[in-house]
């Protein structure tokens, strides 16, 4: 039985040669997926997936990882491949499911969802550092693939671009923490503003840092975070520990409980304003992780298309936290 002849992609190729390789092996739909916030401690974490198109019409001038670009350079990249697209996906973990399911399984989860709500059917996966299982088509874990592969790159924009968004809305929510600016990495900026404010319901209780600074740091990582209405706090719990209608935890005096959890993160159907920036927090603290909008919302499926069903995930075995 012959074997077909080994294909080799190198690098000085440039960023469509691994995506040209698999098309000439007949794999027509190449899908990326990366995500943009890991190693922030305030935020959510978002994730998404392309498919560019075959040919000219997929080359997108200036696509880059999303790192290397300037902040106007990203929008008009996001801009061309939402015009582009065969298909994309956006899902957006909020900062209270990255601290009860855990960073790394929230990521691949996220991941698996923005591929699965695709509409238009990868038959090639291309991952950013990590590989995604529960997939039914083969897929590769590229290292630093938003600088190896298009469409990885260009999920790494729409990732990134979306993020950098709803922390700008947040940051007028929160104006103390200067979130417009480091969009919820840990700067020195940042570090100082948690000292003298305490950390806000957006933050991720399960990090050293904040952890650190609300005096929760003795507890587990997944047991954290302030208790919000809906919840039941566990034994012990000292109502103080709830959050304040100012979004950070009270230190003292009487509580004053949320009316709603914080949950999934919603495009322009949820009846928030709609804009260039995300929409607003959604009602309870059990919805999914992520919901899926219509086309024109920030969070959704190109060109229209209804998304897939969203994957299941799995329940968090590891939970990774601390400063990056």
């Given amino acids: 039985m012959l074997t077909p002849p080994r294909t080799i992609v190198r690098r000085e190729a440039g960023l469509y040669a691994l995506e040209r390789a698999l098309q000439r092996r007949g794999f027509q739909h190449v899908a990326g997926a990366d995500e943009a916030g890991r190693g922030a401690c305030a935020g959510p974490l978002v994730a998404a997936a392309a498919i560019l198109p075959e040919g000219r019409r997929g080359e997108i001038e200036g696509l880059a990882d999303s790192k290397l670009l300037t902040p106007a350079s990203r929008e008009r990249v996001y801009d061309e491949v939402v015009a582009r697209a065969l298909a994309y996906a956006v899902v957006i973990i909020p900062a209270e499911e990255v601290d009860a399911r855990g960073l790394h399984v929230c990521n691949v989860a996220a991941m698996r969802r923005a591929l699965a709500s695709l509409a238009t059917r990868p038959e090639y996966v291309l991952t950013d550092g990590f590989g995604v299982d529960g997939l039914d088509v083969p897929g590769l874990a590229v290292w630093k693939g938003d600088r190896v592969a298009a469409c990885v790159a260009a999920a790494s924009v729409l990732a990134k671009v979306t993020r950098d968004r709803i922390m700008v809305e947040l940051d007028g929510t929160y104006p103390a923490y200067g979130f417009a600016e480091h969009k919820g990495y840990i700067t020195p900026e940042h570090t100082a503003a948690l000292r003298e404010h305490g950390p806000c319901r957006e933050h991720r209780f399960s990090y050293v840092n904040v952890a650190s600074v609300s005096g929760r740091d ?84 190109a060109l229209g298309e209804r998304p897939r069903p969203s994957a299941p995930v799995g329940e968090d075995v590891v939970m990774e936290g601390g400063e990056r």
């Fill in 218 to 301: 003795g507890s587990p990582p997944r047991a954290r975070r302030p208790v919000a209405a809906g919840r039941r706090a566990p034994t012990g719990e000292a109502p103080e520990t709830l959050f304040g209608d100012d979004g950070g935890p009270l230190l003292g005096g009487a509580a004053v409980v949320l009316d709603e959890a914080p949950g999934a993160l919603l495009g322009d159907d949820s009846g928030a304003p709609s804009g260039e920036g995300p929409a607003a927090l959604a009602d309870g603290a059990d919805e999914p992780m992520e919901r899926s909008c219509p086309a024109g919302s920030t969070v959704g499926v």
